[in-house]
């Protein structure tokens, strides 16, 4: 397998395996898009960024939802020797800004006007900036933007003339030159930029392959976020090089309709899309009649049991396999079917997976491998084998790849996949990078049989339910700026948002209520008050106004007691303990969380700790 991530789309056209490489939507059909196609595409491209002056080393920003263009984009700008560096299209203005200027970009491709717009803003007095490429129909304004078409066109017309240049230009690229930088939000909030070169993600797109099985024959479903390296290193360059037809979901919301109609045989998928299909199908089997719920509920039995055999590695009883087969023909499969009845397996990444959801899709014939990873590390350190999985765990360390557990328990992995270091940002890379070791900042162990499990974090950054990185500290401190908090907490690890724990500033409160005639027997019925809960309110969307929506406070509780040390909840020095305040008001958390969603909630897709 070629050792640069170019050389692996240029094996996968030169091979022909597959006549069909990329599927997409327009004008309401499917449009198939060929080796040949894809090639000219990205050679034309790439040709016409060369003419606009990028060079090797020139770093280019992609602001952009996931589509055939980013794959294009991406590619054209690897084959030149220059450097990706994926902006999330949820980010907001000032959050672009701040990436750009950190990493000096000399470029910038955007999807659409609402993209466009937010870059215009960004990228005011960035003279380092030179051209901004829009891929839909929008008012240019002159000189520095230019349609992304317009700039193929020019390509193709120089690769007419020049056929081999292109081909050239990928040849010369390197395994070690630097592929990709890819912010990562720390748990001080300051992004940092992991640098991962050619060779740090071919090798782990040929280590993963050998547990995850991807055949030619295979479609791949794509509609995770490919900012993220999960979905990048998965379901592109992985996919690349098995010759894997990759479809791109139209958006998040079309996923179950493209599915019933492409019928994917492989997808990856975060906690939250497991954890909504699965409460999709219980409320649906909810809402039979009476006898109708039995046999669902004897046939999803039948199921787990099978299911429950194979993870301890045996056969199922003679009369439990003669009761599936026929609760498979009656239901299972019929379940199935809701995402087109032919998928092989899924792979579940960027945060931990309840067990009972994994069971569930096994017991419905969907095997969902579990895997970790991370933005630092390219980003596959471990994935569960299909036919050897381990509920609980996230696997061995996939080949060439090494763990180790630290005197303090915390999970050090080392091999090909490490990034190079954080770009700009000498402290931060001395701090993860160790002895030769990188240190993920996670608490696990290994089990006698080499699987990991990860028992506990040693940072405090909240890793969503969707895969979103939150890092909650500045957030808190901003909150409590306001004259009403004194202290805040937020919360949102393996959930589907962040929420609030808010301590009032209990004087200024008291005395405002004097103020206003606020009468109240206790200081819960004064929090309770429309008034009081206005304050808070307000406070809270001032803040979130300023962030992007997955990091959002969507619900909030206020706390009628301060946190103390006599409950654990801090620390001698009085930082406060997380984990131990989300343990103490564990009932008023979920309170925050009864229904899991919020109205008018986007859900967010895209950023582990299992699996990237």
Known sequence: MAETLIGIFLEAVDSGRKPVIFLRKRAGRWEEIGGQRALADVASLGLGLRELGIRRGDRVALLS????????????????????????????????????????????????????????????????????????????????????????????????????????????VRPEDLATIIYTSGTTGEPKGAMLTHRNIASNVQASLQVLRYEPTDLFLSWLPLCHIFERMAGLYATLARCVTIAYAENFEAVPANALELRPTVMTGVPRFYEKFYARVMEAARAHPPPM??????ALACGVGVARARFARRRPAPWLALQHRLA??????????????????????????????????????????????????????????LGRERPGSVGPPIPGVEVMIGSDGEILTRGP??????????????????????????????????????TDRLKDLLILAGGKKVAPQPIEARL?????????????????????????????????????????????????????????????????????????????????????????????????????????????????YAGHSVPGEREGVAGPRPLM
């Open 480 to 592: 409590k700026r306001s004259p009403w908090i004194a202290e805040a907490v937020l919360l949102g690890d393996r959930r589907p948002y962040v929420v609030g724990l808010l301590v009032p500033n209990f004087a200024n409160l008291e005395a405002e209520a004097r103020a206003k005639g606020w009468r109240h027997a206790e200081l819960r019925e004064l929090l309770e008050r429309t008034e009081v809960r206005g304050h808070f309110e307000a406070e809270v969307q001032r803040l979130n106004a300023e962030l992007a929506q997955f990091q959002q406070i969507k619900r909030f509780a206020l706390l009628d007691r301060e946190l103390s040390l006599e409950r654990g909840e801090l620390t001698p020095s009085l930082k406060v303990k997380r984990r131990v305040v989300a343990e103490n008001l564990a009932a008023e958390i979920e309170r925050l």
């Open 293 to 298: 719920k039995r046999l669902f509920d004897w």
């Open 65 to 172: 939802e996931s589509r055939y263009e980013w794959a294009v984009s991406d590619l054209a700008i690897l084959a030149l020797g220059a450097v990706t560096v994926p902006l999330y299209p949820t980010l907001t203005a000032a959050q672009c800004r701040a990436l750009l200027m950190n990493c000096e970009a000399q470029a910038a491709i955007v999807s659409s006007p609402a993209q466009l717009d937010k870059l215009r803003a960004a990228a005011e007095g960035l003279d380092r900036l030179r051209t901004v490429l829009f891929m839909d129909p929008a008012q240019a304004v002159p000189p520095r933007e230019r349609s992304l078409e317009s700039v193929m066109e020019r390509g193709a017309a120089l690769a007419a003339a020049m056929p081999q240049d292109f081909r050239a230009s990928a040849a010369s």
């Open 328 to 385: 498979d023909r009656l239901i299972l499969s019929r379940i199935r079917a809701r995402v087109g009845g032919r998928l092989r397996f899924c792979v579940s990444g960027s945060a931990p997976l309840a067990p009972h959801v994994m069971e569930f899709m096994f017991a419905i014939g969907i095997p969902v491998v579990e895997g970790y990873g991370l933005t630092e590390t390219s980003p596959v350190i471990c994935v569960n084998p």
């Open 417 to 454: 996949h490490v990034m190079k270091g954080y770009y700009r940002n000498e402290a931060a890379t001395a701090e993860a990078l160790r002895d030769g070791w990188f240190h993920t900042g996670d608490v696990g162990f290994l089990d006698p049989d080499g699987y990991l499990h990860i």
